[in-house]
């Protein structure tokens, strides 16, 4: 089992920068980890993943500039810096991790685990 709890989140203004930081416990060992986002009356979008190693983080066309994934596993703790926000950043932001060190997953059902969310809104 894999327990994720979701920190940073809080209201910004257009442009401004927000880390958000995901604590995992439990059995973090070689998992991917990403990052999705819903809005009210939306699906919920993946934003961000990094395999177990770091190595070449995956985004979708949307955040790619914008937002940039990194874990510590030494800390059991994978952020989320997003800067250049915008207003339509808007969401809540869920951390998830998967029960396997797959690469590229975008899709929600390749994640096994998530965290109850953290809100970022973004006014203009």
């Known amino acids: 089992q894999v327990q994720l709890v979701e920190s940073g989140g809080g209201l910004v203004q257009t442009g401004a920068s927000l880390r958000l930081s995901c604590a995992a416990s439990g059995r973090t060992f070689r998992r991917s980890m990403g990052w999705f986002r819903q809005a009210p009356g939306k699906e919920r979008d993946f934003v961000a993943g990094i395999t177990w190693s770091g190595s070449y983080p995956w985004y979708p066309d949307f955040v790619k500039g914008r937002f940039t994934i990194s874990r510590d596993n030494a800390k059991n703790t994978v952020y989320l810096q997003m800067s250049s926000l915008k207003p339509e950043d808007t969401a809540v932001y869920y951390c998830?991790?998967?029960?396997?060190?797959?690469?590229?997953?975008?899709?929600?059902?390749?994640?096994?685990?998530w965290g109850r969310g953290t809100q970022v809104t973004v006014s203009s």
């Open positions: 998830a991790a998967s029960n396997v060190n797959v690469d590229r997953a975008t899709r929600p059902f390749e994640y096994d685990y």
